[in-house]
C-alpha cells in the first residue's frame, strides 16, 4: 500500500479542482491518471497532489471505507493533511535531509516573503525532519503511525458509530506499534513508543505554522487561487 502510495506521488495526477466533500462522495469513480509532463508542480499544485494520494490512501483501509458518507468526509477533512506531512518526514529521513519538501526537492511554502522572517522559515521547514532525524523512524513506523492518526475518535461531529469503529481500531494499529517497538528495542520499546507518538505534536505545529505562513504570503500575492481541497469542504 505505501509503494502504490509512493508511485501515485511521483507520477500521477487528479486533473480538476475537487473539495473533500466530492472525492469523498466518488472515492470508488476517480481515478488518479499517469502525470502530463506539462502539468507544473508548482507548492499549490504539489500540496493539492499530496492531499488527493493521501485521500486515496486513507479510503483504501476497510474501515474507512466502511464510514458513513459525513464521518468519511470528517476523517479525510482532518487527517490528510497530518498524512501527508508524515511521510514526508520519512522521504527526508531516508535522504538524510534537515528539511522537508515535496519530491522534486519543491520547498513546502514560499521562501523570502516580506514579513516573515527566516527563523519562521527554517522552524517550518526543518523542525519535523530534525525530530524524524533523531528518531531515524522506518517505514513500518510510518504507515502504523499513519493508520494510528486516522483513527482518531475525537475528531469532531464524528457519529458514535464512527467514533466507536476507530476507536476499537487505534487501540488495535497501536497496540501492534507497541509490539513491533518492543522487538525492535526490547528495554527500551514503551520509550520508543512514546516518542513516536510524540511526532504528531511535532507534525500539528508544523501544520498551523504552515496555514499561518499561507495567511501572511497571501496578503503579498493572492493571484494564486487556492485550490478546493484546502477550504471548501
Known amino acids: 500500500m505505501e509503494s502504490q502510495r509512493n508511485y501515485q506521488l511521483f507520477n500521477s495526477y487528479l486533473s480538476g479542482n475537487p473539495s473533500i466533500s466530492e472525492l469523498a462522495k466518488n472515492i470508488r469513480h476517480w481515478k488518479l491518471e499517469p502525470r502530463n509532463e506539462n502539468v507544473e508542480m508548482s507548492i ?33 477533512r482532518q487527517c490528510y493533511f497530518y498524512s501527508s506531512l508524515l511521510f514526508d518526514s520519512l522521504r527526508a529521513s531516508k535522504k538524510k535531509q534537515d528539511f522537508v519538501c515535496f519530491p522534486d526537492g519543491t520547498e513546502v511554502i514560499e521562501l ?33 503511525l499513519s493508520v494510528i492518526l486516522m483513527c482518531n475518535p475525537a475528531l469532531p461531529d464524528l457519529s458514535p458509530n464512527a467514533q466507536t469503529s476507530l476507536t476499537m481500531q487505534q487501540r488495535i ?31 500539528v505545529k508544523t501544520r498551523q505554522d504552515i496555514s499561518h505562513h499561507f495567511v501572511i504570503s497571501s496578503f503579498q500575492d493572492s493571484r494564486t487561487p487556492l485550490k478546493r481541497i484546502f477550504w471548501d469542504y
Open 44 to 76: 499549490m499544485e504539489w500540496g493539492y497532489h499530496s492531499g488527493v494520494v493521501s485521500i486515496d490512501f486513507m479510503s483504501k483501509f476497510p474501515f474507512i471505507d466502511n464510514l458513513d458518507l459525513e464521518d468519511k468526509i470528517i476523517v479525510f
Open 112 to 144: 523570502d516573503i516580506p514579513g516573515v522572517t527566516k527563523h519562521f522559515e527554517n522552524d517550518i521547514r526543518s523542525r519535523l525532519a530534525g525530530r524524524a532525524n533523531e528518531l531515524r523512524i522506518t517505514r513500518e513506523e510510518v504507515l502504523l
Open 173 to 203: 494499529y497501536s497496540s501492534a506499534l507497541v509490539q513491533h517497538c518492543l522487538q525492535r528495542h526490547q528495554k527500551s520499546g514503551p520509550s520508543r513508543f512514546a516518542d513516536l507518538l510524540s511526532l504528531f505534536h511535532v507534525i
